[in-house]
Every structure is written in structure tokens, then in C-alpha cells.
């Protein structure tokens, strides 16, 4: 449940922690649970949650009625006991978009780097601050419960838990196509003339690294742009996937990756000889060069042999 009221306040400028709208209050501040389930350190928070279920089972006959045997459906309760830790302070985070250059990608880091950097542009309807209007973590607001005057008590997601703010975010990704980050803005023709001009500086330096390529999987209208691929087998391509991601984190000290497809769409990998059904098998089919794994396969395998959080942001 969020407050869209405040949320769309949230446009205007705040003039103090707490805003009041009919029976609800956003209230701008972190959440600390007072609970003996729950305990704060200087480095974690720890939390108990049972989690109570019902498990099910059909029991034989235990007799008859006139519609024949008479079943009995045996509930049994049962509760589950689970411990979450978290961490208090926010790691670095590095975000790697594949298809870096493409409309969904540049136009991400636009968003960014635009707020990053307080970059204003100028539209037909006027001038047009940064925000992150629209961002699940940083707009919308959470439900938190009531206070004694029975109003709900609504705090922003963001402030639940130590989360890294996008401003913060060390860039990086892949693309087929070489062009620096300023001329894939252009390119795409997704973002208003005059923002793409005021980022030229700061998005002409963002260059993507080297990408995964297969041409059996992609549109043949994305062909002439593959200037910039990862020669050499699927096992090679996938240990230079692997090594940029280490070598992004090193070079940058993140504590944390995370890997986004936000390329095209590619087609279906016919899976029905089941070589593909576990991680072993895929392994083995990517060291064969099996014609079936996909270029986000390979991304995807990656990430998680680096310890990385893996999205496919495409359909």
C-alpha cells in the first residue's frame, strides 16, 4: 500500500520532515523497530519471523454416509522460524547494464547522471529539474501502521532499510555497438535535445565494454551496429564477462555488483533435449558451444559465478 498523495507532494519542496494529508502522515525519517524480535548493532540488523503455514493431508476413509466414504481433510498447523540479517550500512554498489548504448540503458543513465550532477534542460512545457519521480525506492512510500490519533503512518521505502541511492551508482556495462554513451543518447532519440546536449560532457567519457554476440538470437535490424563483440567461443566470451565484472569492482572498490539486461529481446533457446535443465548440464553446453545458449545465458551465468545479482529487465 503507498501514499500516491505523498508521493506526488514529494514534487514540491519539502519544508519540513513531516507532511499531513486527510487521516495520513508522511513522516521523512528511518524506521527502527522497537521488538525483541529484532536487534540493532553498529554493523547489522537482526530479525526472528515466524512464518505460519498449514500443511494438508487427506486421511482414508473413516466410514459411510449416504453419499458413500466420508473423507477427512487434516489441517496441521506449523510455524517456521526464519532470521534475516542486514547490513547497516549500504554497500558501494556498481550497476552493469547490458546493452548499455541502447534506448533502456542510456536512457537510464541519463536519469543519473542528470541528478548526480543537478542538470536542468529545457522542454516546450519549460524547464525541467532531476528527479527520481517514478522509482519504486526512492518515491514511493510504505505503510507503516497508525499512530494515536489513528492516522497512517506512511515513511518513504527507502528508509525501511540502509539501501544505496542511485546518485551513487558507479556505471558501467556492455554494448555491440562502440559509441560512447553521449552518442547513443542521440541515437535513440529517446530524451528531450536540449538534456542530451547538457550531458555531452559528463556521458561522452561512459564507453561500454566489449559484448557477448550471437547473431542467431537477436534482430537483423541490430546487425549493423555490432562494432563492438567479444570474439571467440561461448566459454571464452562467457571468462571475459566474468573478468570485466572483477575488474569493475576492483578498479572502483564495490562491495556489491549488479548485472541488468536491458538490451533487445531475443529469441526463444529451444531447451527440448533437456542439455540445458540444470546448472551442470549448462555449464557443459556452454563449454561445448552449444548453438541453444543465449548471449543473456551468458550474462546471466556470469553474474552469478561472480556473486552478482542477475535481472532481465526485457522481455
Not at 552518442?183 to 566489449?210: F, G, H, N, W, Y
Not at 571464452?236 to 576492483?250: M, P, V, Y
Request: hydrophobic fraction near 35%.
Amino acid at each position: 500500500m503507498t501514499d500516491n498523495d505523498a508521493s506526488r507532494l514529494a514534487k514540491r519542496p519539502r519544508v519540513s520532515t513531516e507532511e499531513v494529508i486527510a487521516g495520513t502522515r508522511t513522516v521523512h525519517a528511518d524506521v527502527k523497530v522497537e521488538s525483541d524480535k529484532v536487534r540493532y548493532s553498529s554493523s547489522y540488523i537482526d530479525a526472528l519471523y515466524s512464518y505460519q503455514h498449514t500443511r494438508v493431508k487427506e486421511v482414508g476413509a473413516t466410514g459411510k454416509d449416504g453419499d458413500g466414504e466420508v473423507k477427512v481433510v487434516m489441517a496441521q498447523p506449523s510455524t517456521q522460524l526464519f532470521h534475516f540479517r542486514t547490513e547497516r550500512h549500504a554497500r558501494k554498489l556498481g550497476l552493469m547494464q547490458v546493452g548499455w548504448g541502447g534506448n533502456n540503458g542510456s536512457t537510464v543513465t541519463a536519469a543519473i547522471l542528470a541528478s548526480r550532477h543537478g542538470i536542468s534542460w529545457s522542454t516546450r512545457q519549460g524547464k525541467v529539474q532531476p528527479n527520481y519521480n517514478g522509482s519504486i525506492v526512492h518515491s514511493s512510500t510504505l505503510r507503516v501502521g497508525f499512530d494515536s490519533d489513528g492516522s497512517d503512518v506512511f515513511v518513504p521505502v527507502r528508509s525501511m532499510v540502509p539501501m544505496a541511492h542511485a546518485d551513487e551508482l558507479v556505471l558501467s556495462g556492455w554494448d555491440i555497438a562502440g559509441e560512447n554513451l553521449h552518442d547513443a543518447m542521440v541515437r535513440a532519440q529517446v530524451l528531450d535535445p536540449d538534456l542530451i546536449e547538457r550531458l555531452k560532457e559528463v556521458a561522452s567519457d561512459l564507453t561500454p565494454l566489449a559484448a557477448a554476440f550471437d547473431p542467431n538470437f537477436i534482430a537483423k535490424n541490430q546487425l549493423p551496429r555490432a562494432n563492438n563483440v567479444i570474439h571467440g567461443s561461448k566459454q571464452q566470451q562467457l571468462e571475459q564477462l566474468r573478468k570485466d565484472i572483477r575488474d569493475f569492482k576492483l578498479k572502483h572498490d564495490l562491495g556489491y555488483v549488479a548485472v541488468v539486461w536491458t538490451g533487445n529481446s531475443e529469441r526463444y533457446s529451444d531447451t527440448t533435449g533437456g542439455q540445458l535443465d540444470t546448472d551442470q548440464g549448462l555449464l557443459d553446453a556452454i563449454a561445448a558451444n552449444h548453438a541453444e545458449v543465449s548471449p543473456s545465458t551468458l550474462y546471466a551465468v556470469a553474474a552469478v559465478l561472480e556473486g552478482c545479482a542477475y535481472i532481465n529487465g526485457s522481455p
